[in-house]
T-cell receptor, first 112, second 116 residues
Framework: GDSVTQMEGPVTLSEEAFLTINCTYT??????LFWYVQYPGEGLQLLLK?????DKGSNKGFEATYRKETTSFHLEKGSVQVSDSAVYFC???????????FGTGTRLQVFP | DADVTQTPRNRITKTGKRIMLECSQT?????MYWYRQDPGLGLRLIYY???????NKGEISDGYSVSRQAQAKFSLSLESAIPNQTALYFC???????????????FGPGTRLTVL
């Protein structure tokens, strides 16, 4: 079945460092891909998405490119801030677009 | 006011008790979902509903039941709570995109449930 694999955390960085969080997927057909972010004590919120191959999603300085050839959707940011500390979830929409399949989440900790 | 609300926000109960978690939304979405979040396991889908007359099991529905009382309300029940149901529970809503494809989900703030 469809699945999402994320790198394990926590990822610990200093402020202004470059961030990469890896995400790969297995899916039937051509799913849409998402990154959600969960700040402490809150629910998840959509960070960015891409709906077809080679699309780049971007928001708040974060970017991810839908790579069909490597079945990947890695999240990147050029310069992280302390306020980016959160848990990041990669997800895909299953066949039939009826539900999301989430990865296990990657905790990011950014220190001043 | 929040678009997706959950009550209660925290609950401590004992093994064998019946518990109901409630979710309400003001987004006008037809689709609603219940997830549980456990450390290292991410979010797992318990049940989902595409309209008032439609209820579907997710990947971990055993031990849970749901009720879609109205378009705006979707409740999750634990008929006889057990300790391994201790988790963070999230409700979410969504609607189809204009092209009939998948649209983003909007999450409530979560309910932290502890079963002793």
């Amino acid at each position: 079945g469809d699945s999402v694999t994320q790198m394990e955390g926590p990822v610990t960085l200093s402020e202004e460092a470059f961030l990469t969080i890896n995400c790969t997927y297995t899916a039937t057909g051509y799913p849409s891909l998402f990154w959600y972010v969960q700040y402490p004590g809150e629910g998840l919120q959509l960070l960015l998405k891409a709906t077809k191959a080679d699309d780049k999603g971007s928001n708040k300085g974060f970017e991810a490119t839908y790579r069909k050839e490597t079945t990947s959707f890695h999240l990147e940011k050029g310069s992280v801030q302390v306020s980016d500390s959160a848990v990041y979830f990669c997800a895909l929409s299953g066949l039939g677009a009826d539900k999301l399949i989430f990865g296990t989440g990657t905790r990011l900790q950014v220190f001043p | 006011d929040a678009d997706v609300t959950q009550t209660p926000r925290n609950r401590i109960t004992k093994t064998g008790k019946r518990i109901m978690l409630e979710c309400s939304q003001t987004k006008g979405h037809d689709r609603m979902y219940w997830y549980r979040q456990d450390p290292g396991l991410g979010l797992r889908l318990i049940y989902y509903s595409f309209d008032v007359k439609d209820i579907n099991k997710g990947e971990i529905s055993d031990g849970y039941s749901v009720s879609r009382q109205a378009q705006a309300k979707f409740s999750l029940s634990l008929e006889s709570a057990i300790p391994n149901q201790t988790a963070l529970y999230f409700c979410a809503t969504s609607d189809l995109g204009l092209a009939g494809d998948y649209n983003e989900q909007f999450f409530g703030p979560g309910t932290r449930l502890t079963v002793l």
